[in-house]
Nanobody, 128 residues
Framework: QVQLVESGGGLVQAGESLRLSCTAS????????VGWFRQVQGKEREGVSC????????RYADSVAARFTISRDNAKNMLYLQMDSLKPEDTAVYYC?????????????????????WGQGTQVTVSS
């Protein structure tokens, strides 16, 4: 089993950057497609970005493409999300997730499955 812990959230102004980190425990992190989701209170959790188990392929939601960059280091059991040019609408709780579907938007996009493992979430707040 993999356990996930996010860090790096905080309060920033519009246009600034943040880097989220996700530390995974357990030996199975490297076999999963993993990603980042976010949720605003009262709304459904949405997929933001994902990366294949070998790091060769990444996907992004249209709302964050060209501003966010996902990366992973399997040797360190780490997942990252570099968030640049942040906007107030990026304000949400961000969750790290393992064992997800990482597809193009036309093929279903970034989705959780019944086997997805979640971190506890980290708050990102962007002021205007």
């Amino acid at each position: 089993q993999v356990q996930l812990v996010e860090s790096g959230g905080g309060l920033v102004q519009a246009g600034e950057s943040l880097r989220l980190s996700c530390t995974a425990s357990g030996s199975t992190f490297g076999i999963y497609d993993v990603g980042w989701f976010r949720q605003v209170q009262g709304k459904e959790r949405e997929g933001v970005s994902c990366i294949f188990q070998n790091g060769a392929t990444t996907r992004y939601a249209d709302s964050v493409a060209a501003r966010f960059t996902i990366s992973r280091d399997n040797a360190k059991n780490m997942l990252y999300l570099q968030m640049d040019s942040l906007k107030p609408e990026d304000t949400a709780v961000y969750y790290c997730a393992a064992n997800i579907r990482c597809r193009e938007g036309s093929e279903g996009g970034i989705r959780a499955t019944q086997f997805t493992k979640w971190g506890q979430g980290t708050q990102v707040t962007v002021s205007s």
